[in-house]
């Protein structure tokens, strides 16, 4: 092999490294920053209380670093919407509630694009539209998701149940009856968190006289 050759192959396997390190770097500093923007999310989660504003300004630059390095990255869209969701639920101002719902949605339209068969971001994706008041098209595609892509995912049902509780007296026949799958679902996976849910929103009439035929539900409303 000429020497012309060797140069030009050498250069070849340096250009590929360097191009490998970055990509390795890029990541890294991505994954870094987004771990740290997770744990922030999951102590508001656990906690339940709304974060302060120095703590959530330290959470979107965390945010802000990790998109940086990897931007199109849908788990890191999916915790940006929950970032932004969080935001929304501190806001006093419905206008700056109402803006930063929106913000949530297009982090959210984002991750599903990028994920379409992850159910959980078509359940943020459904919640945040549900809380603009967007019942559109793209929403009830959205709640069809959820039933199509969650059936056995507890978490997801109980989403989908509050969701259709939230405006019980509008839904539709289509919704109707998915909501009753979804609560036989539930009552078989989690019969707790449904009672609980159920108590909360003062549906006990409604899952005892509307929701028959699911041994479950019939043994709680004997009791």
């Known amino acids: ?20 390190g970055y990509i390795v770097v890029r990541l890294g500093m991505a994954s870094v920053n987004q771990y740290f923007l997770q744990v922030y999310i999951d102590s508001w ?3 339940g209380k709304m974060p302060a504003d120095h703590q959530w300004q330290k959470a979107n630059s965390f945010f802000d670093k990790a998109s940086y390095w990897h931007a199109s990255s849908p788990s890191l869209l999916l915790l940006g919407g929950d970032l932004f969701l969080w935001k929304a639920a501190s806001e006093t101002s419905g206008l700056a509630r109402n803006k930063a719902l929106q913000q949530a949605l297009t982090l959210y339209t984002r991750s ?28 009830h595609t959205a709640m069809r998701k959820l039933d199509e892509l969650g059936r056995y995912e507890p978490a997801v049902l109980l989403g989908g149940v509050q ?3 939230g405006y019980l007296s509008e839904l ?3 919704e109707r009856k998915s909501l009753k799958k979804q609560i036989g679902r539930l009552v078989k996976i989690d019969p707790d968190s449904l009672i ?22 019939d043994d709680f409303c004997k009791r």
């Open 196 to 217: 609980d849910v159920v108590k909360r929103y003062n549906l006990t009439i409604y899952l005892c006289y509307r929701v028959k035929g699911i041994q479950e539900v």
């Open 1 to 20: 092999m000429s020497t012309p050759i060797k140069k030009v192959l050498l250069l070849s396997v340096l250009i590929l490294l360097l191009i490998t």
């Open 163 to 165: 969701i259709y509780f």
């Open 112 to 139: 599903i694009r990028q994920r379409p068969a992850y159910v959980y971001g078509w359940l943020s994706y459904a919640i945040v539209k549900d809380k603009l008041g967007q019942r559109d098209a793209l929403f």
């Open 172 to 174: 539709n026949a289509e």
């Open 45 to 47: 989660d656990q906690t």
